[in-house]
């Protein structure tokens, strides 16, 4: 089993900044792309960057600029730096990493369970 657990997510001022990590665990081989994404209340799920084990990245375009996504490969964590925060990036925050199997040497992605981001104006 894979266990994704994320923190740093709060309240926080608009203008403000967070920094998210997320540390994944358990049995794999190795861990390919690693990302974040948001859900906010009524919408859906949405990319917000990701990060593969090269260190290539991806933003959401309407993020890009404020955003930073990092990771260490050696603990097997990545992190999203985020500034310049605004109300409209309140949401759930989830980590998500596609993992190779030690068992099966399948690829498979798995979800952590999300924190919260606030962001009062």
């Known amino acids: 089993q894979v266990q994704l657990v994320e923190s740093g997510g709060g309240l926080v001022e608009a203008g403000g900044s967070l920094r998210l990590s997320c540390a994944a665990s358990?049995?794999?081989?190795?861990?390919?792309?690693m990302g974040w994404y948001r859900q906010a209340p009524g919408k859906e799920r949405e990319l917000v960057a990701s990060?593969?084990?090269?260190?290539?990245?991806n933003y959401a375009d309407s993020l890009n600029g404020r955003l930073t996504i990092s990771r260490n490969s050696a603990k097997n964590t990545v992190y999203l730096q985020m500034n310049s925060l605004k109300s409209e990036d309140t949401a759930v925050y989830y980590c998500?990493?596609?993992?190779?199997?030690?068992?099966?040497?399948?690829?498979?992605?798995?979800w952590g369970r999300g924190t919260q981001v606030t962001v009062s104006s």
């Open positions: 990060i593969t084990s090269g260190g290539s990245t």
């Open positions: 998500n990493a596609h993992v190779l199997s030690r068992s099966t040497y399948r690829w498979n992605d798995y």
């Open positions: 358990g049995s794999f081989a190795s861990a390919n792309t």
